[in-house]
Structure formats: structure tokens, C-alpha cells
């Protein structure tokens, strides 16, 4: 098994474990096809944070988008976040926002990399 750290050197600690926890099953050749098929699809939690920071001044619900909850995205869009009370707690909730889409990922990358082998 590759290590992790080498093939995703950016990945948040909790979303590390998940991952190594995925590829440990994997090939060498698996590895390396997961972990360019996941970097494609993963959310870095910068991005989430800065997207939530635009709905708080800007347009409600970017964040939600992002992560694939489109409903959620719609209906704060819709409400000016909750009346900016769902994009106050996305503001404090923002890693578990990106590491809950990013396991998401992680589980449809591993599974199209394994259909394929």
C-alpha cells in the first residue's frame, strides 16, 4: 500500500484516516487511480469557508451548493440563510460541512476505481 501522505499530502487529519482506511484494500496501481480520481472530486475547507463567508455578505447557500446539497442550497438562498442564523453555524460547522462531502467522495471514488480494476 502507498503511503497516503505522498499521494494526498493536503488532506485534513480526520479526512487522512478515512482515506488510509479506504486504500488499504487497494493495489499499488488502485492507489495511484483513487487518489487521481479523488483530488478531482474533494473540497478543500478553504474553499467551503470562503464560499460561506460570501453567503454571510453575498448570496446565501454558495457553500451548500458546493457540497452537493442542493435543497439546503436553494432554501438558503431563498431565506437569506436562515435569516443568516444556517450561515452562522456553517461558519462554525464549515470542516464538518468539507470533511462529510469529502468522505462522500472519498467512498464514490474507491468504488468507481474498484469497478474498474
Known amino acids: 500500500m502507498p503511503n497516503v501522505l505522498q499521494l494526498l499530502p493536503m488532506l485534513e487529519p480526520e479526512e487522512m484516516m ?4 479506504i486504500m488499504k484494500d487497494l493495489s499499488d496501481t488502485q492507489a495511484q487511480q483513487f487518489a ?3 483530488l478531482t472530486r474533494r ?3 478553504q474553499t467551503i469557508l470562503i464560499a460561506t463567508v460570501v453567503g454571510f455578505f453575498g448570496v446565501a447557500g454558495i457553500q451548500r451548493f458546493l457540497t452537493n446539497q ?11 440563510g436562515f435569516c ?7 461558519l462554525v460547522n464549515f470542516r464538518s460541512l468539507t470533511l462529510e462531502y469529502n468522505v462522500s467522495a472519498a467512498q464514490q471514488s474507491a468504488s468507481m476505481v474498484k469497478s474498474l480494476s
Open 36 to 38: 487521481s480520481v479523488y
Open 70 to 80: 442542493t435543497g439546503m442550497g436553494f432554501l438558503y438562498l431563498f431565506t437569506l
Open 84 to 90: 443568516f442564523i444556517g450561515t452562522i453555524i456553517d
Open 43 to 45: 473540497k478543500d475547507t
Open 18 to 21: 478515512y482515506v488510509q482506511n
